[in-house]
């Protein structure tokens, strides 16, 4: 019996935008990547929200967000619930993509599109694969194999000129790709012309991403692999705890690494002046770091824009590269300001009045509870509780009285927002002091006729044993 294999594309075809693919064989539905860009257009997964049910896995082929910026989103309101299939530098690097992504777009508006917790979420239904895995599939997918192989181009001058001049580089570029490939482009090129001119890497994950990258190698090309194996040096192991580290080669000679790592915008205008080269994100100029540098930077003719991939389409990038300048470019400038005056007092009432209405719509919906519970009572179950029964047994106060006794018993009334028996919980309103709690002496005297029951009941055990 043949196996039927349908490739549908679902968008990217007839235009410019990420491409995804609903794979289907022999009626088990791969969803390959699962892309956006970054505008975040929830009007561009309309064709993905047509097909989100039937998805039985999901694969990942890279880590950017055009091949899974949309993950947390479409397992959030797109009913997308299949597992997901990554590798692990994917898996690891896309985790940092999503959550710079909420990071540099919340700089300059308000992103509610989805959070941090939901990319927690949809990460947590990544399931990893090794290189060359194969991974088998039961039930449905029973006989379908996947493994995940090298894609190849992910990993491994006019720049001098403009240095030289006295100008600054900067390279929009994304957290992960071909960043990695461009920083060790940059390292060679450095150290065959003997430059030293200062690289920054810009982003709010650097550290995490050359942490992630060390432990990767399998991924990356021949060369650095057999630089592994012949020398036992990560490519990308900072030796240095300060900002100056040392790089191992293609060549397998020890040289400096020329890039620092920076977190923040401000480590970036505290360095010393002259010409510089900053890698920043994002790709496409719409907003992070690369924006604002980009800003910065554009009205010095002697600085210079160096794009190293086409910019998504209706990018800020993308016009650049569809009309280079010299000409003026209008940028909308965002910003992420807190409300004051009227627009807070505004902003408070209607989260006040949001709270009402949740507030309102949960008593109704205990009253609901309450009203079908009640018909269903039956005082014969002893998980039922008579709430009408509020007397405490004397027997659970003690032998000195007193009422408090955490202890589970018949006939507690439960809170209104109760569904179910639960323990009851009595509030200690006792008294203390500098030496501790306030107590009474009457409740640890020993009382003549307790003493008198006790010896005359120790009489008549010794008697009856006798």
Excluded at 101 to 121: A, E, K, P, R, Y
Excluded at 174 to 183: K, Y
Excluded at 228 to 254: P, Q, S, V
Excluded at 267 to 287: F, H, I, R, T, Y
């Amino acid at each position: 019996m043949g196996t039927s294999v349908r490739v549908t594309p679902l968008c990217g075809v007839y235009n410019e935008n990420p491409l995804s693919y609903l794979v289907s064989i022999d009626g088990f539905n791969f969803l390959v990547d699962c892309d956006w860009n970054d505008h975040f257009d929830p009007s561009h997964l309309q064709p993905l929200a047509r097909v989100a049910s039937t998805i039985d896995a999901v694969l990942l082929s890279h880590a950017d967000t055009l091949h899974l910026g949309a993950l947390p989103y479409a397992m959030k309101r797109l009913g997308l619930s299949a597992p997901v299939y990554s590798t692990e530098p994917i898996y690891r690097l896309g985790l940092l993509t999503m959550m710079l992504n909420i990071s540099s777009s919340s700089q300059v508006s308000g992103f509610d599109l989805f959070t941090l917790d939901d990319i927690d979420s949809a990460f947590q239904s990544v399931t990893r694969i090794t290189y060359s895995q194969n991974h088998h599939f039961s039930g449905k997918g029973e006989g379908i194999v996947i493994a995940p192989h090298v894609a190849g181009h992910l990993l491994g001058d006019i720049l001098k000129k403009t240095l030289r001049a006295g100008g600054n580089v900067l390279l929009p570029v994304d957290t992960v790709g071909r960043l990695l490939e461009l920083i060790l482009m940059l390292e060679l090129y450095w150290a065959d012309e003997n430059l030293n001119y200062p690289i920054y890497f810009l982003t709010y994950v650097a550290s995490s991403t050359i942490d992630y990258v060390k432990s990767f190698l399998e991924w990356m090309s021949d060369t650095i692999a057999k630089s592994f194996e012949k020398t036992r040096e990560n490519i990308f192991l900072l030796k240095n705890a300060i900002d100056a580290y040392l790089l191992l080669t293609y060549c397998y000679a020890c040289t400096c690494w020329y890039v620092t790592l920076l977190i923040n915008k401000t480590e970036l205008d505290n360095a010393p002046d002259g010409p510089k080269v900053v890698l920043a994100s994002m790709a496409s100029l719409e907003a992070g770091f690369s924006h604002d540098i980009f800003v910065e930077w554009a009205n010095d003719v002697k600085n210079l824009v160096l794009f190293t991939e086409r910019g998504q389409f209706a990018t800020l990038a993308r016009m650049l590269q569809a009309d280079p300048p010299p000409k003026a470019v209008k940028v909308i400038v965002s910003k992420c300001v807190p409300l004051v005056g009227e627009e807070l007092i505004s902003y408070e009432e209607e989260q006040n009045r949001i709270k009402k209405e949740a507030l309102k719509a949960s008593l109704v919906k205990e009253e609901e509870l309450k009203t079908s519970h009640g018909a269903d009572n039956d005082t014969s179950d002893p998980m039922v509780i008579d709430s009408g029964n509020n007397h405490v047994p004397p027997e659970v106060t003690g032998p000195r009285g007193g009422g408090y006794r955490d202890i589970f018993i018949d006939g507690f009334v439960p809170p209104s927002t109760s569904v179910a028996p639960i323990f009851p919980c009595y509030e200690n309103t006792s008294e203390w002091d500098d030496f501790g709690e306030v107590i009474n002496p009457d409740d640890y005297v020993i009382r003549d006729e307790d003493m008198d029951q006790t010896a005359m009941h120790n009489l008549q055990v010794s008697m009856d044993g006798i």
